[in-house]
């Protein structure tokens, strides 16, 4: 038996690529006392990923060189020596990008699949579930009838956020890359309205989205189009800011409205959705019985085997997926 | 006996000008039921003005063309037919750029001069004190050993914020123009350090003046200076947004490094002092002991004659005062 694994092989200078990253083939590890193996069935990618890959001072250390990709995934216990998790035992951790994850169980917790799929747990029950959850009701704190926005709309975070506001009595208005994301957003996700930021009219188009202006933001993006959000904001209006994926590629994206900021009394607000444990329990409880039920819509874009994940990744940072971008690897 | 006002002549194209304004001349205005009339002593000039000028959406209706500048003074009632102002009351109101203003007492408020200065009630009593009281206590919540960063230092709102970060036992780091604001902000108000963003390296010396990097930030500027803040920010940071002066004549003042405040996970909260009046009462409060005894430092820049108060106003906005900006009416 053996593990695969794919390293940060170069930082990449500019855009990444796939030479960025290597395959790698090792032996099985040895399970310790205290340990267990998992075989991971799921990985999640995800932008934060791109930052980490460059060695700059952010809220988590760099991905190492030459060591195994770092993220989470969902598997099976497949051998224990641990006292609390036992074979078989379905996970969710911080595997890494790779077939077979040792463990001592820090951080691996074990959940419950009756009525959801195991890689429910990476998607609208995992970081993009609870990041939508905590933003919506800890940051905008919508009220019925006023407008969110959420950017990256078909995203595994903007899809949820998005039909919480909803859930809130609020008019939801997507911004999303290209037309079938926008009809995505509409008509599946039941947005009241999805503006193209591809088709080259964002600050015309966003503003006919929402006549009685902006309310709250859920903000994956930055750059443009949080300037063009920041143009139609109201009065004591909310910002979550949980993404930023302009710009993750280094480049400098300049904000060109941030003095609506003042002139609207605006409250912005940036989190890690995993420095928010505390909201973890509450979250789960409120999503996972619409995740079941099927009334929370969530999507998923799965590459098939660890060799694609470079590529998959990169399709993720040029907005290429629709929903949660995962990786099956068993 | 005549009224003297300025009136806003024409809107600004890019910076403000002299030009801008007219000086007019016109009767007493007679005082009907339920009004009094108030010999205004002391105005206050105020950056948002500028932004006022303009005919742009904002928190405030623009100023309207061939009418009063608005404004903020301290007088006294010399004709009264109001039910609870007296002649010879002393009070604070929006009583505009003229030396008479009739009133239906609205807004206006009776103030206590027994320890303090009637213009007091202008400065550190006034929309500055009690700005810079919510913005360090409300919004930054700096706690002992934290590094505060407040921009204009050596302006009406910063000088009171730098000495409140003070008092509450952490290091407070001044960003004003020149080396003689500076010197004032060390030596007189009694901050730990002062950067002097004309001195033409910014980044640098706020690195070497936050050795322990920003916690808080009291930002009066915006642009290349809060640039500057959000590259020395520590995790879970907070900014009080009270202004922006860096644009204020329409200029495009881009920001860079607005990628901080996800990297940070920062809080920025922007806020008009008149829509917290709740806070007025406790500020003043906590504010007025220090004023009265000295404790509470702070510096004032008189016109003399309203005549003079454009070029003051302009002054004003090239930080060619320190402190605060008045105009001695009568």
């Not at 790698?24 to 069935?41: H, I, M, R, Y």
């Not at 933001?217 to 800011?241: K, P, Q, S, T």
Request: with cysteine.
């Amino acid at each position: 038996m053996t593990n695969r694994q794919i390293q940060l092989a170069r930082r990449p200078t500019g855009a990444a690529s796939a030479d960025d990253f290597r395959l790698v083939e090792t032996p099985a590890p040895e399970v310790a006392d205290g340990q267990v193996l998992v075989q991971v069935e799921y990985l999640s990618l995800d932008p934060y990923m791109r930052g980490r890959m460059d060695d700059r001072r952010s809220y988590a250390e760099p991905q190492k060189l030459d060591a195994v990709m770092t993220g989470v995934g969902v598997g099976k216990v497949i051998a224990s020596k641990h006292a609390t998790l036992a074979v078989g035992d379905e996970v969710v951790g911080t595997f890494g990008w790779q077939t077979l994850a040792l463990s001592n169980g820090r951080g691996v917790r074990k959940v419950d699949t009756t009525h959801v799929p195991l890689r429910a747990y990476l998607g609208p029950l995992g970081v993009p579930g609870i990041s939508a959850y905590y933003g919506v009701h800890r940051i905008c704190r919508p009220k019925a009838g006023e407008t969110v926005v959420v950017s990256s709309a078909a995203g595994a975070v903007g899809s949820i956020a998005g039909q919480l506001a909803k859930q809130a009595g609020c008019r939801a208005v997507g911004i999303a890359g290209g037309a079938a994301k926008c009809r995505h957003v509409v008509e599946e996700l039941g947005f009241d309205a999805c503006v193209d930021y591809k088709a080259g009219n964002l600050a015309a188009d966003l503003k006919a989205a929402t006549p009685q202006r902006i309310d709250a933001d859920f903000e994956n993006v930055g750059g443009e189009v949080l300037d063009a959000v920041l143009r139609r904001m109201n009065a004591f209006g909310r910002i979550a800011l949980c993404g930023m994926v302009a710009g993750y590629d280094g480049a400098d994206v300049p904000l060109h409205n941030a003095r609506s900021l003042l002139t609207n009394r605006l409250k912005l607000e940036a989190f890690i959705i995993t420095e928010h444990l505390d909201v973890w329990p509450e979250a789960i409880a409120a999503l996972a019985p619409g995740v079941a039920s099927g009334a929370i819509k969530y999507r998923e874009t799965i590459a098939e085997g660890l060799e694609n994940a470079p590529q998959a990744f990169l399709g993720l940072l040029a907005g290429r997926n629709l929903g949660k971008q995962l990786v099956r690897l068993a």
